[in-house]
């Protein structure tokens, strides 16, 4: 199983991109999303993929993340949903977008992928919105490996006097929105009730860090009267 590539762009297609690994070119389907956010040809990139294997088709599929790479593994297990489906509600909605949408019950906004119709986008979030905060939760371990895994690419070793400490890097949505899960579902809040709260306080505090995500999903589960 090919999980991971790493080399030089050799050049992008309107639905996907060669990526050249010492010598062998490898053909890499992605999203619009993804591809827009590629380097230009001639430099550097790292995808993580996913290998799909049909009777007469191998076919490998490019995401910037580990989140992504998740929902489109997810997504492929919704029936009616094929490869080119999964990739247009990620290419349309990103990781956080499907993430947000699917723990809503918000199926209008899958819809708005192109060629996914309502019947479709309806089962979509029927059949993962118990899987949303598993996916929400796991959102933190998936960026530590993720950092880790792009400094071993990215980063060349040097000796130890020369080497500049390393700046912290920001936590990101992902790693927020999983953190205020924990919270509160170590507060006793179902893991359903506890990631439509939170993916509807990221929604509104697109910028809100744990304390602040953690605050307004109290309020959204708070008893009404």
Known sequence: MIGKISGRIEY???????????????????????LMGLPPVGEACALYTELL????LLQLFGFPTLLEKEWHRLL???????????????????????????????W??????????????QRVVNELKDKAPGVMALGGTLEDAQGLAEAEVIEAPEPAAKRAPAKPKAPSRAVHQSDALSALSNLGYGPSDAASAVAQAAENNSDADTSVLIREALKLLAPKG
């Open 108 to 121: 209008g906004a899958v819809k708005a992928a192109p060629g996914v119709g309502p019947k479709i986008a």
């Open 12 to 34: 992008k297609s309107t639905d996907h991109v060669m990526i050249d690994v010492r010598g062998i070119g490898y053909l890499v389907y992605c999203s619009d999303r993804t």
């Open 76 to 106: 492929l297990s919704v029936q009616g949903i094929g490869a080119k489906a999964a990739m247009a509600i990620l290419g349309t909605l990103g990781a956080d977008g499907v993430s947000r949408a699917i723990a809503l019950g918000d």
């Open 53 to 56: 294997v049909r009777e007469d």
